[in-house]
């Protein structure tokens, strides 16, 4: 295992702005390629933390995109990943190599997916399916007409087609209707414009209400009743409880039941995420998954230090992080709707505090900041500890939106 190298995480999306998978990349922590080692390892780490004890893929339905060179077609760490979620990206130059080519063939026909980088579209001609799942299409807002005909062909065929750079949702809408699956370039972190009134609904606005209540440690009684204004929360509340996630161990029926079996820190989180998924103004599902991962990342980044309770404020901090985007208000006018803890509030608004240098490293995972390496050495936690935590938030992450 590299101890230097970070794992950092862009997401893929469908034309409808779902998550379809994730492109991970090691940081190098110091300067010069990804070396074969890097990435042999990257394989075989990964392969390690999103498979359960029986080989089940913790990921759902989600596919990684990992970096390839040839010599590390053949390892071993690509056996333990399930191929139908697998898809190695390679430059189209490396195939002029015969064995490459066969290498490359030799896991397409075994299920493993292949994404073509750098490949010239006019001369790759009809092999193209044999060798190739996906290739990539460098977008530019330019001449759209002219891609339009080169990606006709490729619409008929079943090569899936990769977007980059597609850095607004200008550039999204223009890749969907050319037929793309688009990568994103910080679209995860930009709400989608939209029409509808910004503000808060009435779902939210009883969550904020319950929040706030929670956090003056109000009476259950108290809680029950604000809970019973609305059926969907109730109905919500005790499927949260009942999933195999939280593992109750009995059917829990009664809000009051509910309540006490959670307890006020738990429900505070369980409230925000709530929260967030009630949205509907500016609402984009790589959004949500991008404030839940952030959230979970940042717990449990902290979980060591600060312990579990505290960790599950940093969650909250998370998860709030990006509410403002979410919801279509200003960060400002989030926090005036709702009383959080000054830690909490320090890490949101200068990502300072207890708390705000968890979630600045969090953050840093998804952006392939060059910070990730100094923001963990100064909470004294190594590669090893940031990278399980990352694949641990991914996969938890899939659990709740499902």
Request: net charge neutral.
């Amino acid at each position: 295992m590299h101890e230097t190298n970070f794992l950092v995480r862009e997401p893929l999306l469908d034309p409808k702005q779902r998550v379809v998978g994730y492109e991970l990349t090691w940081q190098q922590a110091s300067a010069g390629g990804s070396t074969l080692d890097a990435l042999e390892s990257l394989v075989g780490f990964v392969a390690s933390q999103v498979l359960d004890e029986d080989g089940g893929w913790l990921l759902r339905d989600k596919t990684l995109f990992l970096e390839a060179v040839p010599a590390m077609l053949s390892t071993d760490a690509l056996h333990a990943l399930p191929p139908q979620h697998t898809v190695l990206s390679i430059k189209t130059a490396e195939l002029a190599n015969p064995d490459t080519l066969a290498a490359v063939q030799g896991l397409r026909a075994g299920g493993v997916g292949i994404l073509l980088r750098e490949a010239d579209l006019t001369r790759i001609g009809s092999r193209l399916p044999t060798v190739a799942s996906y290739v990539e299409v460098r977008f530019t807002g330019a001449d759209v007409g002219a891609q339009a005909r080169t990606y006709a062909a490729l619409k008929q065929s079943t090569v899936g087609m990769v977007g980059r750079p597609v850095s607004n949702w200008a550039d999204f809408d223009a890749c969907a209707a050319l037929g793309l699956n688009a990568f994103v370039g910080k679209l995860h972190l930009t709400p989608r414009p939209s029409s509808d009134n910004k503000g808060l609904n009435p779902a939210q606005t009883i969550i904020m209400q319950l929040m706030q209540m929670v956090r003056q440690n109000a009476d259950i009684a108290q809680l029950e009743a604000v809970l019973k204004r609305d059926a969907t929360l109730t109905y919500k509340l005790l499927r949260f409880i009942n999933s195999a996630g939280f593992g109750a161990g009995r059917e829990v029926q009664s809000l009051r039941q509910a309540l006490t079996l959670l307890g006020y820190t738990p429900l505070y989180r369980w409230l925000t995420l709530l929260l967030a998924t009630a949205s509907t103004s500016g609402y984009s599902p790589v959004l949500l998954e991008t404030a839940v991962v952030r959230g979970r990342l940042a717990e449990l980044l902290g979980q060591a230090a600060l312990g579990k309770s505290e960790a599950e404020n940093i969650f909250v901090a998370g998860m709030f992080s990006l509410l403002d985007r979410l919801l279509g208000i200003p960060m400002q006018e989030v926090l005036a709707n709702i009383q959080l803890s000054d830690d909490v509030v320090a890490a949101l608004l200068t990502r300072s505090g207890k708390y705000g240098p968890y979630l600045a490293l969090a953050e840093a995972c998804e952006l392939n900041s060059n910070l990730v390496a100094s923001l963990a050495a100064s909470l004294k936690l190594s590669p090893l500890d940031v990278n399980k935590a990352h694949l641990s938030a991914l996969a938890w992450a899939q659990n709740v939106a499902a």
